[in-house]
């Protein structure tokens, strides 16, 4: 439930942008982004790097196209939402907050929090992150800069990069236990 709350902005993003304006995407996406948030909060619990900056990443870019009058590709527009999302990611990183630390923090008891593990399986997961990021952004500068490449190549390569980032994000916290608890035991 909480990685369908954490990408439905992303969801709700991609998917207008199948039928309708990119202006129309990104506002629908802020407006998302700001629900999830509500949602946190009601629910007692932080507001998250990530979804703040989402939020204003989306609504920034779509008061930039609304006011510019600017018409940008379906490509271009995904690659700026990339781009702003690596940026986060990479932000997270550089001040010591790798951003899937508050998720993982609210999901884990408070024994497996202050593990030595947890913020180094959290550095790494969030690097897996960035790389998918990184992935989709080339994936979507290959469609605008290669002509007769078909739109559905980037979409592919988008789809594979965050469907490997999800399962690793599940995956590599119960390899991370594991691993110690072999080392524990030896």
């Known amino acids: 439930m909480a990685t369908l709350l954490i990408l439905a902005p992303y969801g709700v993003f991609a998917s207008l942008m199948l039928v309708s304006s990119a202006t129309v995407s990104l506002f629908a996406a802020a407006a998302v982004s700001l629900a999830v948030i509500a949602h946190d909060v009601l629910c007692g619990r932080s507001v998250k790097m990530l979804g703040a900056g989402s939020a204003i990443l989306f609504a920034g870019l779509g008061a930039c196209l609304a006011l510019t009058h600017h018409v940008w590709s379906s490509s271009a527009v995904k690659l700026a939402v990339d781009a702003g999302i690596l940026a986060i990611a990479l932000a997270s990183l550089a001040i010591g907050k790798p951003f899937t630390l508050q998720y993982a923090r609210e999901m884990s008891d408070a024994k497996t ?18 790389l998918a990021i990184v992935l989709m952004m080339t994936a979507n500068a290959l469609v605008i800069y290669v002509p007769g490449l078909p739109l559905w190549t980037g979409l592919a390569i988008a789809f594979a990069a965050r469907t490997t980032a999800i399962y690793f994000t599940r995956w590599y916290p119960e390899y991370r236990k594991a691993k110690s608890a072999a080392a524990g035991i030896s």
Request: without cysteine; negative net charge.
């Open 113 to 130: 929090a202050q593990l030595p593990d947890f913020l180094t399986a959290n550095y790494v997961i969030t690097w897996a992150w960035a």
